[in-house]
């Protein structure tokens, strides 16, 4: 058996006595100035006449439509306004207008505010308020040749409503910046890419798409920026835990920083765009650390804030302000869960607030659909939380954001044999395809964007409404077109908030957001299917019934060139960049200013799984183009020879992939891919109700080699009959070769590394082994710190044949509060109903076992529902919930948990430094 792991310092040592390194104590020089300038202020004024009457609001059509006002530009230039209106079904009283104003100008303007005059009600913020306009409104800024989205609404009334609006903002040549790990230089000259596998820096000559340059740097580069006057590339590697400034020009490394300070398992960077200063955040640290530029264009470490766990991707607003940092997974227990994004002011350097996303199916929330139904309390609890929040993507002027990301769904992992049809049971259905939005107009508002597109259904009560508050997102879904009605599309039952937003075709997670030129377009890459999702910007539509297919596996970051006529992307499983034409999307002012897919709502006697409204979406496509005006047109080699073993990359790019296209062996959904709830090979901070019960996914860090039998209840022997049984039965596909297989299983084995654990004081690490030598190491045994049973003569380190050791200690449970309420489930037709109530909890497991006699899946061994294997404990301390089912929130309470179960008899003091040996692993 082979394990590898990421060398965190292997490569430092000889690293660090390259040329051109230069230690944080020699830098003697003063900070580099603010230069920032900005520019004129633009004013323009336009007025209204709505008719809240008119014939074109007589329409089942939920899009805003056009005809119902007529705008007057009265002062100003370098703007122009579109209006549109449509009537609410839960606000017969009101019409609600969208404007959408066109910046002429090429600079961003930035500062934007909207004043109003006339009786309107403002709903930017709250799209259920009553609120007049209270002085001017601030919209936050409008990109470059881009278009600001604003809205109100206005009281029904027999005669015309006048209306007054002024807009003004300043003109900027900042513009906000995201953390990335390809980019376009300023001067549209140079791609430069990252491949971390190979540790390497790739340079690519925009005008021959030929490699020109690459870059040795160890430490498995993770993020890349560029300086303010384009000179310097500056990088952070996770491994090694540095940053390292490049010299543009000769390519050659004159600064790399390694601190302390920076964090552990850094992997993102932003500049400011006056070039000041640099943030960099760690992983594993949960740190953001600034850097401040000097006046020799050196870099020197300032200051360090923690922001809490699993900081990803940032983005800086276009002003400087303000630093917005995504953190990957949830915290909490399935019943009181939330996802967060923290957002810090970057002078004076200090976290300012958190944006919180609340999960609907939390305790505490779900009083709103406990009203709803007529429900008695706690009876409508379930799993719905964001998760894997990958980062905060702004258009250059940040107005936006864009966060990808996925659901935890409270349906079933269901596993069914090949050709087996059950009414009501969907396998390879996972979580479709996010993005949840930001609310990014300044430091201070910074907020949950709330979803204004819930008014459009018929059937949902304005109480509930304001109670549950639903966030506004765009969900992607398998798509079900209508036999016999070609001009439609019906969005799939699944959808949990069916709005104008829903996703045309299904996609799987995505992982990254550009925006074309103008940000008229936003292009979500998805990171398992190879595919690039493209919306309108501004309405946050799709644009196109199908997405842009990809050549290249697990595409990590795309890039545009400053014309916004080509774009590169970048893979972690390619050895090639991809070339793409954007030439039709890059003159702004020639697409339509506000594109929209026309639908209505629809009763039906079929169900759905949405906990807005009952009644179905149909999307009317008949007019929408079939592909995006995007296509791949090249690819640039970067590599000829790969740094991993065929096998290795093969294995690796089956965990990650959800291409049915180009994987049907693998999986029959975009959704559905090893890497969907094991994300870099860890875990997805969530628990799913399996065939098997409520289950906490597991992490793979470090491989699962030596952890002999598999799953919490030890039900599967070794890794190699693991995904014999998933690859057909869960994740649906028609079934891998056996070189594919083992590839498959051997990377999970030994293949996908641990984490770098985070700083820990020795002596209490050493106090804390020799307290869990006595008092836990009956239980988590060997190389895995499991119970699993390892048979050293297995090649995959499965399991003995007599079985895992299993412990009750306490934890079974009637219902983990995951699955969706009896409530609705009961209403399923059966076997569906039946099997919802089967799953749920904790049952025996075996040959009696009434789930895998309707569903057929493969026999587990005979298990009891009180007893549960022992755990691996490698990178325990970066799990975010506890037990087989995710009951417990935090490390302390589980190993106090386990302390007062078992009777260890430890004293606080000594699950202290347990506690601190568990961080070292």
């Known amino acids: 058996m082979r394990k590898i792991f990421k060398g965190h310092h292997l490569l430092l040592a000889s690293y660090l006595v390259a040329p051109g390194i230069l230690a944080p104590s020699t830098y003697a020089q003063t900070p580099q100035a603010n230069v920032q300038v900005p520019r004129a202020v633009n004013e323009s004024t336009f007025e209204l006449k709505v008719d809240t009457n008119s014939e074109v609001l007589k329409t089942t059509r939920r899009e805003p439509q056009d005809g119902a006002i007529v705008v007057t530009k009265v002062s100003g230039n370098s703007m122009s306004l579109v209006a549109k209106a449509k009537t609410l079904p839960s ?38 308020s009553d609120k007049a306009f209270e002085g001017p409104h601030a919209l936050g800024g409008v990109s470059g040749l881009g278009v600001a989205h604003a809205s109100f609404t206005v009281p029904v009334s027999a005669d015309l409503a006048t209306i007054r609006v002024t807009f003004s903002g300043t003109l900027h040549e900042t513009s906000s910046s995201n953390s990335t790990p390809i980019l376009v230089t300023k001067d549209g000259k140079d791609v430069w890419s990252l491949m971390a596998d190979a540790h390497k820096l790739f340079v690519v000559d925009t005008a021959t798409d030929l490699k020109t340059a690459e870059v040795n740097l160890p430490g498995s580069p993770a993020s890349l920026a560029e300086s303010a006057d384009g000179k310097h590339i500056y990088v952070v590697s996770s491994d090694t835990n540095q940053f390292t400034v490049i010299d543009r020009a000769s390519r050659s490394i004159v600064q790399t920083i390694v601190d302390p300070r920076l964090g552990r398992d850094i992997r993102n960077i932003v500049v400011s765009s ?38 990803v991707g940032m983005s800086l607003s276009a002003d400087g302000k303000t630093l917005y940092v995504a953190h990957f997974l949830p915290r909490g227990r399935p019943d009181d869960n939330e996802t967060w994004v923290s957002v810090v002011a970057t002078d004076p350097f200090a976290m300012h607030h958190e944006v919180i ?23 409508v609890l379930f799993e719905g939380t964001a998760t894997q929040l990958s980062g905060v993507f702004l258009p250059p002027a940040g107005d936006l954001g864009w966060i990808p990301g996925l659901r935890v ?27 949840f939005f930001l ?69 799987g997670v995505s992982r990254f957001v550009a925006f074309t030129k103008g940000a008229r377009r936003a292009l979500l890459l998805s990171y398992t299917s190879d595919e690039i999702q493209v919306f309108d910007a501004v309405t946050q539509h799709p644009v196109a019934k199908t997405n842009v297919q990809l050549s290249g596996s697990n595409p990590i970051g795309l890039a545009i060139t400053p014309d916004g006529k080509k774009a590169y992307v970048a893979y972690e499983n390619s050895l090639f960049t991809s070339v793409l034409d954007l030439s039709e999307v890059s003159e702004p002012l020639k697409l339509p200013v506000a594109t929209f897919v026309p639908f209505e709502y629809r009763q039906s006697a079929r169900p759905n799984n949405s906990i807005l409204t009952s009644s179905r979406i149909a999307r009317f496509t008949k007019d929408v183009p079939e592909n995006a005006p995007i296509r791949e047109v090249g690819r640039i080699t970067l590599l000829t020879r790969d740094p991993l073993e065929e096998s290795v990359r093969r294995g690796k790019v089956l965990f990650n992939s959800s291409n049915p296209g180009k994987y049907p062996g693998l999986s029959r959904s975009k959704q559905a891919a090893c890497a969907v709830c094991h994300p870099g090979g860890g875990h997805d901070g969530a628990v799913w109700a399996t065939v098997e019960g409520e289950r906490r996914t597991m992490s793979l860090h470090g491989g699962v080699g030596e952890r002999g039998w598999l799953h ?37 084995a030994f293949h996908i590394p641990k984490l770098q654990a985070p700083a820990t004081d020795p002596q209490r690490v050493k106090r804390g082994a020799e307290i869990f030598a006595k008092s836990c190491a009956g239980c988590h045994q060997g190389a895995a710190l499991s119970s699993g049973s390892m048979d050293p003569s297995d090649p995959l380190g499965g399991g003995l044949a007599a079985g895992p050791k299993l412990f009750d200690i306490g934890t079974s449970s009637e219902s983990s509060n995951v ?44 298990r009891s529902r009180e007893e549960f294997r022992a755990p691996t404990l490698i990178n325990v301390w970066d799990h975010s919930i506890f037990l087989h089912d995710g009951k417990l929130a935090n490390l302390r309470e589980t190993v106090q948990y386990i302390n007062n179960a078992v009777g260890a008899g430890l004293t606080e003091e000594e699950i202290d430094d347990v506690l601190e040996y568990l961080r070292s692993l």
């Open 712 to 748: 919490q209840s030890g039900t599967h022997r070794d890794i190699g009959e693991f995904v014999r049984t998933v690859v057909p039965e869960r994740l649906g596909g028609t079934g891998l070769s056996e070189p594919d297989y083992n590839s498959l299983a051997n990377y999970i």
């Open 409 to 435: 769904g409270p349906t079933a992992l269901w596993e069914v044999p090949a050709g087996k049809v059950l009414p009501g049971i969907a396998p390879s259905t996972f979580s479709p395809g996010f993005a």
């Open 439 to 507: 609310d990014a107009r300044s430091l201070e508002s910074a907020a949950v964007k709330y979803h204004p597109l819930v008014l459009d259904t018929p059937d949902a009560k304005l109480d509930f409404l304001r109670c549950a508050k639903f966030d506004y997102d765009a969900e992607s879904p398998s798509g079900k077109f209508n036999a016999g009605r070609a001009e439609e599309s019906l969005a799939s039952d699944g959808a949990a908030i069916p709005t104008g937003t829903t996703g045309l075709t299904e996609t």
């Open 357 to 379: 996303w609340r999960d609907l199916g939390n305790r505490k929330e779900a009083k709103c659909l406990e009203d709803k139904y007529s429900q008695p309390e706690g009876s």
């Open 819 to 862: 699955l969706l309420p009896e409530f609705f489930t009961s209403k399923l037709p059966p076997p569906a109903s039946t099997l919802y109530a089967t799953v749920r909890g904790d049952r025996d497991l075996g040959a009696a076992d009434p789930a895998q006699q309707l569903l057929g899946f493969r026999p587990r061994p005979d």
């Open 91 to 128: 606000r017969p009283d009101r019409i609600w207008v969208d404007l959408y104003l066109v910046n002429e100008n090429k600079l961003s303007l930035l500062d934007l505010t909207m004043e109003v005059e006339g009786n309107t009600q403002n709903v930017n913020v709250d799209p259920f």
């Open 274 to 311: 006056d070039g000041r200063y640099a943030f960099v955040n760690g992983y594993v640290s949960d740190t953001v650390t600034r850097l401040v530029r000097l006046t020799s264009g050196l870099f020197a470490v300032d200051k360090q804030i923690s922001v809490g766990r699993r900081p």
